[in-house]
T-cell receptor, first 113, second 114 residues
Framework: AQSVTQPDIHITVSEGASLELRCNYSYGATPYLFWYVQSPGQGLQLLLKYFSGDTLVQGIKGFEAEFKRSQSSFNLRKPSVHWSDAAEYFCAVGKEYGNKLVFGAGTILRVKS | KAGVTQTPRYLIKTRGQQVTLSCSPISGHRSVSWYQQTPGQGLQFLFEYFSETQRNKGNFPGRFSGRQFSNSRSEMNVSTLELGDSALYLC?????????????FGQGTRLTVV
């Protein structure tokens, strides 16, 4: 069965500092991997996705993620965090067919000025 | 274009009652999925509909049901509400089933069971 682990429940970074959010997945075949962001009281917004090809994926809002098959990881990065990035971030994995996503528990990002 | 619309945004129900939540997908999208989000269990898949047919179902009791209409709008129903059903229910729409099409999420319906 598919599963996603986000080891960090909370992360605090200073504005302007770099960010890395960790995600490990378990899936037998080539996974479809996603990062979503959720602001309080809002739905989920897709930041980026990986299906195949280049293992470094660029997304919106200056985010990128790197797929590492050997480590079963798909970590999210941003070189310089802005206060508006404070939100909860979810890593998710899906199969090729169907729209069932399995989400990690989420990481709450706090940005201090 | 308009996004995914979920109604109502907030709902308070009493234990034992039933509730119906509505989701209007983005125009042209024919696939709708539902998720439950709670602090304890996180985001969990409920079910997925495409062309009025349920294509996939999560691990929820039979009290949770859904349907999709010919215009792709979807409803989910929860009968005999329990306190543990209090959650944010999110709907996602996509053009078709398959991970190569992006799923767009609505803002959700916040259900509180008292």
């Amino acid at each position: 069965a598919q599963s996603v682990t986000q080891p960090d429940i909370h992360i605090t970074v200073s504005e302007g500092a770099s960010l890395e959010l960790r995600c490990n997945y378990s899936y037998g075949a080539t996974p479809y991997l996603f990062w979503y962001v959720q602001s309080p009281g809002q739905g989920l917004q897709l930041l980026l996705k990986y299906f195949s090809g280049d293992t470094l994926v660029q997304g919106i809002k200056g985010f990128e993620a790197e797929f590492k098959r050997s480590q079963s990881s798909f970590n999210l990065r941003k070189p310089s965090v802005h206060w508006s990035d404070a939100a909860e971030y979810f890593c998710a994995v899906g199969k090729e067919y169907g729209n069932k996503l399995v989400f990690g528990a989420g990481t709450i990002l706090r940005v201090k000025s | 274009k308009a996004g995914v619309t979920q109604t109502p945004r907030y709902l308070i129900k009493t234990r034992g009652q039933q509730v119906t939540l509505s989701c209007s997908p983005i125009s042209g999208h024919r696939s709708v999925s539902w998720y439950q989000q709670t602090p304890g269990q996180g985001l969990q898949f409920l079910f997925e509909y495409f062309s009025e047919t349920q294509r996939n179902k999560g691990n929820f009791p039979g009290r949770f049901s859904g349907r999709q209409f010919s215009n792709s709008r979807s409803e989910m129903n929860v009968s005999t509400l329990e306190l543990g059903d209090s959650a944010l229910y999110l709907c996602a729409s996509s053009f078709s089933p398959g991970m190569n099409t992006e799923a767009f999420f609505g803002q959700g319906t916040r259900l509180t069971v008292v």
